[in-house]
């Protein structure tokens, strides 16, 4: 388990989440790009299960997905497709519980490998089309009430225990979210310090997912790009550090989301 704090745009950690690396870049069409992806999916054969968190609570609602947070959706699912696994996208806001916009298995299918990456940009674009056309009504079906962004990991644990019952699966799971945590603890307190937000961390229990991959993308950015104090901000990366690191997980949290 390890930790890996980034600080960069929303639209490079897009890329980062398909290439498992860092704030990389990449030609997202090119076979050469899909290649690189596909030298990181799952060893031994496992499939992905990847769970993508959207955060529409108060502090961050919209009612479409903003670029750059499109974009880390659509990387989530590039990875997806040519790894192949199920993609699950939900919106949540007043309840631990969301609003499921995609649902369902994706892999390429080719008589060769090179033909098989060639048609992912097509199948990712779909995919995408799909998940634009349904992610404003669910965004209306949202309720309102304290937004709990640690309950997501229990459904993370749910989906890929889900999903393993039925062969071997890797969960890489992604909250995209302000980090205002309001359920159970508000951390809603602009003067909040970090050592009040470990303390906070520390009474909430989350599940096991020793061996899932975790990113918690858009730390300390509001839907309207209102700035928030810095000294806050690193007190809800401190918070949502302690409380990955718990699940024992593999974690990259990015505190700076242009754009989310």
Do not use: W
């Not at 916009?101 to 098989?116: K, S, W, Y």
């Not at 062969?167 to 809603?188: K, N, P, R, V, Y």
């Amino acid at each position: 388990m390890h930790v890996h704090n980034t600080i960069c745009s929303l639209a490079t950690s897009a890329t980062a989440i398909g290439l498992l690396t860092g704030c990389l870049t990449g030609a997202p069409n090119s076979l050469a790009h899909a290649e690189q992806i596909a030298t990181t999916c799952p060893a031994g054969g496992a499939r992905i299960a990847a769970l993508v968190q959207v955060d529409r609570s108060g502090s961050r609602h919209s009612p479409a997905a903003a670029p750059a947070e499109e974009q880390v959706i659509r990387g989530a699912a590039e990875r997806t497709v040519i790894c192949s696994g199920r993609l699950r996208v939900t919106l949540f806001s007043g309840s631990m519980f969301g609003i499921t916009v995609f649902d369902d298995d994706l892999q390429l299918d080719g008589a060769t490998t090179n033909a098989r990456l060639r048609k992912a940009p097509k199948v990712v674009d779909a995919v995408m089309e799909q998940i634009d056309a349904t992610l404003p009504n669910a965004a209306t079906q949202l309720g309102d009430g304290a937004t709990d962004i640690v309950g997501q990991y229990q459904l993370g644990a749910e989906y890929a225990a889900q999903l393993t019952a039925t062969g071997s699966f890797h969960l890489e799971q992604t909250i995209i979210t302000d980090g205002i945590q309001t359920a159970g603890q508000d951390l809603s307190d602009l003067d909040l310090t970090t050592e009040q937000a470990q303390a906070l961390a520390a009474t909430f229990t989350v599940p096991s997912l020793n061996s899932a991959t975790v990113r918690v993308i858009g730390i300390g950015r509001q839907a309207d790009d209102a700035p928030l104090p810095t000294p806050y901000v690193s007190a809800l990366r401190a918070f949502h550090t302690t409380v990955c690191e718990n699940t024992g997980a593999a974690c990259t949290l990015v505190t700076d989301a242009a754009g989310a």
